[in-house]
Every structure is written in C-alpha cells, then in structure tokens.
C-alpha cells in the first residue's frame, strides 16, 4: 500500500489532570502505534505536559508523562485529548507553544474537552468548533468568538479539528488522516480498530435520548422516532408524523427539537442519509434502489441531500468506501 507525500510526521498529545483515558487512548490508538509494517503511516509520537512527571487519570490511575511542552515547536499535529471546562486562563508558556506552533503551520485536533484549551488560547477566535453537547453551552458563553456547533460529530476549520466527544474523537481522528493520507488510509486503520471508517451526522442524537421506555417528558416523541425509522422508506409529512404523536404541527416540531436538537425534516433526511451511507460502503443496490429504501424517493433527491450534507455524491462516497 503506498502513501501520499508525508505532510505530518510529528505528533504531539498534550496533557493536564485529569488525563482522560479513552480520549488519550483514540490518540495513541490512531497517531501512536507503528503500523508500518502493513504499509500504513507512523508517527512520531510524543505525550507532553508543561510539568513532565506522574499525572492522575480520569480513572483514578497514574501516567508517566515523559517530555514537556518543548516537543510541540517540532510537532506537525498538536492534540488535545480533554481539558478543563473552568474557563481557568492558561499559563504563558502554554499560550506560547501554541500560538507559536499555529503561526508556523502546525495542525491541531481536540477530542472531547480539548476545544476549551485551544480556545483559551485564542485559537478558536472566528472559527467553526465543537465539543461534547454537555460543554458546547459552556464553550459559547466563555468564549463567544467561537462559532459552537453543538450537533456536529467533529469540525474542520483550516489547520483545526475539533472532535465531539468521547467516540466522536475517532471520527475527528480518522478525518483528519483521511484529509491528510487519502481514504484507503483511513479506512486501513479503521479496519485495524474494528470500526467503521466513516461515521456522519450530528451529536445531538446522543444529547437527550427521544425513546419512550426511558420516561421522558413526552414519550409519543420517541414513539414517533421509532415508527419514523421502521417505515423509513415511506413517503412523510410533518402532518402525518405529527399526527401520529397527536398533536398539532406546530407543537410536535417543537417538541421534536426539544428532543432531538434538530427539526422533523433535518432528522428524517439525516436518517435517509446515514442509511443511504450504509448500503453504499456495503455496495448493495444501485443508487435508484437506494434512494427508493431510504425513502428519498429519486437518484436526483439522493444525490442532492448527499452533496448538502456530505459534500460529494453517492457514487464517489462508494468508490472511496466501498471494498
């Protein structure tokens, strides 16, 4: 397997207690294993802090952290595995190597947390970001030069990639080699981690729960959700969902977005998008057969919503992840 011309080589994770263990882990698992043995890229790749030494995790064990903050003027990606959500200022030497890592061209990714140290340093100022949905609230107000897109799974914004949380930092992770190395890449690794290469859509169906056994405020929502994905393939109106849930058009949208951080329609066709994603990389159906089972009707409708909301069309979305 051959690779593309080598732009990032250097990877440094910078830490501070408590290390979050599966963040940190994504990180290594992606940027710190050699897998050059099987054709893939490695890295080198270093975990610092500004204070080398033992450093308590999220699960109440101890790392060592071996170098300091010197290895990121090398570093061609900077990431950041969770940081403080306090809003606390961060150190001068730490608002250096960064702005200083930036201004020379270096990369950035932050998973979960991690946002909050970028943007502490100024980083995020005029620039598109996400976090995990429990912090995106605090991120805005603490720093309202940053453009908080709470639904997304992960964000780009020129060198810088934030990831939503916790899972989400894979699919941050494993955008940013694809950026950087072409989808073969990315899809080698993810095969070596036993996920799924590509994972779209938004967070906010993991914010707050809409299934009905779960006792929420109103449990036709979830009832609705689940009938909307059971009939998928059919043909749907906000009336004849809302009607469904008993109530007016008007009030069901409301309630939906309370729920699902997103309206009927935006959902639905995320829904038909997702799916339409899984028959394309397992390369069942042609793209008529596609857009009829996920209820979008006409090859024109699919490839309209797929070039919306993925920025390509189908037929380039199977030849990239298709096997």
């Known amino acids: 397997m051959t690779t593309a011309p080598r732009s990032l080589n250097r990877v440094?994770?910078?830490?501070?207690?408590?290390?979050?263990?599966?963040?940190?882990?994504?990180?290594?698992?992606?940027?710190?294993?050699?897998?050059?043995?099987?054709?893939?890229?490695?890295?080198?790749?270093?975990?610092?802090?500004?204070l080398p030494g033992k450093y308590l995790t999220s699960s109440?064990?101890?790392?060592?952290?071996?170098?300091?903050?010197?290895?990121?003027?090398?570093?061609?990606?900077?990431?950041?595995?969770?940081?403080?959500?306090?809003?606390?200022?961060?150190?001068?030497?730490?608002?250096?190597?960064?702005?200083?890592?930036?201004?020379?061209?270096?990369?950035?990714?932050?998973?979960?947390?991690?946002a909050f140290l970028l943007a502490s340093a100024g980083l995020l100022d005029g620039r598109t970001a996400t976090t995990h949905w429990r912090y995106a609230a605090i991120l805005e107000q603490l720093y309202p030069n940053v453009d908080v897109k709470a639904n997304s799974l992960y964000e780009v914004d020129g060198?810088?990639?934030?990831?939503?949380?916790?899972?989400?930092?894979?699919?941050?992770?494993?955008?940013?080699?694809?950026?950087?190395?072409?989808?073969?890449i990315?899809?080698?690794?993810?095969?070596?981690?036993?996920?799924?290469?590509?994972?779209?859509?938004?967070?906010?169906?993991?914010?707050?729960?809409?299934?009905?056994?779960?006792?929420?405020?109103?449990?036709?929502?979830?009832?609705?959700?689940?009938?909307?994905?059971?009939?998928?393939?059919?043909?749907?109106?906000?009336?004849?969902?809302?009607?469904r849930a008993g109530m007016s058009e008007r009030t069901f949208a409301r309630r939906f977005r309370e729920a699902t951080g997103t309206t009927p329609y935006a959902w639905l066709t995320e829904q038909r998008i997702l799916l339409a994603e899984e028959l394309l990389e397992q390369g069942v159906g042609s793209i008529?057969?596609?857009?009829?089972?996920?209820?979008l009707g006409s090859p024109q409708t699919l490839r309209h919503h797929f070039a919306r909301l993925r920025g390509t069309n189908p037929t380039n979305f199977r030849y990239s992840f298709h096997r």
């Open 12 to 50: 440094a994770v910078v830490v501070a207690e408590p290390v979050p263990v599966f963040e940190l882990g994504v990180l290594c698992e992606v940027f710190g294993l050699d897998r050059s043995r099987d054709g893939l890229p490695s890295f080198e790749f270093a975990i610092c802090s500004e």
């Open 60 to 114: 109440g064990f101890e790392i060592v952290v071996e170098h300091s903050l010197g290895v990121m003027e090398s570093a061609d990606l900077i990431a950041v595995p969770g940081w403080s959500t306090d809003g606390a200022p961060i150190s001068p030497r730490m608002q250096l190597a960064l702005t200083t890592a930036l201004a020379r061209g270096a990369q950035f990714l932050s998973v979960c947390s991690g």
């Open 159 to 184: 060198p810088i990639t934030t990831g939503a949380g916790t899972a989400a930092g894979i699919d941050a992770a494993l955008d940013l080699v694809r950026r950087e190395f072409g989808p073969e």
């Open 186 to 243: 990315a899809n080698a690794i993810a095969r070596r981690m036993v996920i799924a290469p590509h994972r779209s859509g938004g967070q906010a169906q993991f914010a707050q729960s809409p299934i009905a056994h779960r006792g929420e405020k109103n449990p036709s929502i979830g009832l609705v959700i689940e009938w909307m994905l059971e009939h998928i393939d059919e043909s749907m109106t906000t009336r004849k969902i809302a009607g």
């Open 288 to 295: 008529s057969q596609i857009a009829r089972d996920t209820g």
